[in-house]
């Protein structure tokens, strides 16, 4: 079972950020507390917050990160040769991780799982060595064991994304032919009602969801690659309503949080093409990021936030698994 004992880390003397449920109201917290500085070369304010934790963990994709039962769980793909699927616990008070659990399912480099909360249990979804997509649910009982595994007969070539929202889960991915797509579940078991929208994607989409609203954004296809934002309807879900091209730009998938009180308040992380420096801003709607901040982390593939903190791989040598404390 996965301990909340110590594993070997150093807290770098590097910046990070920590973030609270209340998006939009910490980001104006932040300025007020005079946490964003100036005098850097970048397009933005930078972001000098406390430091990130390092693990001895290093990850061959963007990791994983979700609170469950109050503790954060973080997922990756490892760089074994068989890319084993991992995760572990942290905790953000003490900043101590558990020991790896290495699952005996396997991804492919650059392709990192995905985590989701439903029915009071923590999924896993992942792209198969066989790039068939998979749902599994973590057993206690038996931790290298991924339970319940389903493989569905969807393929994609890159990672899925997963989120559970107003009693199903759904999972998101990029066809092999480049359009956004959708499934969902209502028991974890049987996925159905899958929806294959005219819109190309150019890498993973990222899905989140909370009681409001579920909101998928993606990277266009343009020679910008513009990030869009787009907003999930269960009534009507053959269409994305509210899709936004915001002016802001990543190759690569985004991190993506849904704010509690606001039905449109997100907090979005990512990079872009030429700066490996991780940055996040708030979106409520309109084409423009807000209060977009760079921070002075990097990474060479995606981010991901939940629940205030932040994960991600890092661009030193063995690319080493980050997470902020909460």
């Known amino acids: 079972m996965l301990r909340n004992l110590s594993d070997k880390q150093s807290t770098a003397n590097r910046h990070a950020w920590c973030w609270r449920r209340g998006v939009l109201p910490l980001l104006l917290a932040l300025l007020a507390l005079g946490f964003m500085g100036g005098g850097t070369a970048l397009a933005h304010a930078s972001t000098q917050l406390r430091p990130a934790t390092v693990s001895y963990q290093t990850a061959d994709a963007g990791p994983a990160i979700v609170f469950f039962n109050g503790t954060a769980y973080v997922g990756w793909t490892g760089t074994n040769g068989a890319h084993n699927l991992n995760l572990m616990t942290y ?12 699952l005996t399912d396997t991804t492919l480099v650059g392709s990192g799982p995905s985590l989701a909360v439903f029915n009071s249990n923590l999924y896993v979804a992942w792209q198969g060595t066989d790039r068939h997509l998979n749902v599994a649910r973590y057993n206690p009982a038996d931790p290298t064991h991924l339970a319940g595994k389903v493989t569905l007969s969807e393929t994609s070539n890159n990672a899925p994304s ?51 609203a579920l909101f998928v954004v993606w990277e266009d296809t343009s020679a910008n690659s513009y990030i869009v934002v787009g907003r999930y309807d269960p009534t009507n879900p053959a269409s994305l309503s509210a899709v936004v091209t915001t002016t802001s730009t990543s190759l690569l998938p985004v991190g993506l949080e849904n704010g509690p009180e606001s039905s449109n308040g997100l907090t ?59």
Do not use: M
């Open 91 to 102: 905790n953000g008070t003490t900043q101590v991780f558990s020991p790896a659990q290495v």
């Open 162 to 212: 997963i989120a559970a929202f107003n009693g199903r889960l759904y999972l998101t991915w990029r066809g092999t032919e480049g359009s956004l797509n959708i499934i969902s579940s209502a028991d974890a078991t049987t996925f159905n009602n899958k929806v294959t929208y005219g819109i190309k994607v150019r890498t993973s989409p990222t899905v989140s969801g909370e009681s409001v």
């Open 268 to 326: 979005i992380a990512w990079r872009t093409a030429s700066d490996a420096h991780i940055r996040f801003g708030i979106w409520t709607g309109s084409a423009t990021i807000t209060g977009i901040n760079v921070t002075f982390e990097t990474t060479n593939y995606g981010s991901t936030v939940d629940g205030g903190a932040l994960c991600w791989t890092g661009t030193d040598g063995s690319r080493h698994v980050n997470v902020t404390p909460q």
